[in-house]
C-alpha cells in the first residue's frame, strides 16, 4: 500500500517555529494523521531566505524530518496548466504559491495550508479539509 503523504505549505511551517506550545500546532497534529509530511522544493527556499543564521539549526532539523518535492519539469507544465485554469476564471496567485501547488498535483498529493483563499481557487488541487 503506498504511504499516506501530505504536503505542507510554508506558513504552518513557520506557525509552528513560532508557537511556545508546539505539541498544539497543526503541524503537530497533521503529524499524527499522515505517515510522512513533505515540502515542495519552493517551500524549503521559502524557510531558508527568510530564516537568520541563528534559525538555521532549527530549520535543519525540522526539514530533515520531510520528503522534499522538487519543482521539476512536471510541476513546471502542471503550473502553466493552473495558470491558465485561472486566468479563464480571473484570478491569480503568487508564483511561489502556485508553483507549491503545481508541485502538489504533479505528484498527486493533497496539501495543507492556513492560507486557503492562495489556493480555493485551483481546481486540480486536493486541499486538505480543515
Not at 503506498?2 to 504536503?7: P, R
Not at 503541524?27 to 531558508?48: C, W
Not at 518535492?69 to 504559491?97: C, G, N, W
Amino acid at each position: 500500500m503506498a504511504e499516506k503523504i501530505l504536503m505542507v505549505d510554508t506558513p504552518l511551517l513557520t506557525d509552528y517555529f513560532r508557537k511556545t506550545d508546539t505539541p498544539k500546532s497543526r503541524l503537530v497534529l497533521l503529524s499524527e494523521q499522515f505517515e510522512k509530511l513533505a515540502i515542495s522544493s519552493v517551500t524549503e527556499f521559502e524557510v531558508y531566505s527568510g530564516a537568520s543564521s541563528s534559525q538555521l539549526n532549527f530549520w535543519n532539523e525540522l526539514l530533515d524530518e520531510f520528503k522534499v518535492y522538487p519543482f521539476d519539469s512536471k510541476a513546471a507544465h502542471m503550473a502553466v496548466e493552473i495558470q491558465q485554469s485561472l486566468k479563464q476564471v480571473r484570478r491569480t496567485i503568487e508564483k511561489a504559491d502556485l508553483f507549491i501547488a503545481s508541485t502538489a498535483v504533479a505528484n498527486n498529493l493533497p496539501l495543507d495550508t492556513l492560507n486557503r483563499k492562495h489556493f480555493g481557487n485551483i481546481s486540480q488541487l486536493l486541499l486538505l479539509n480543515s
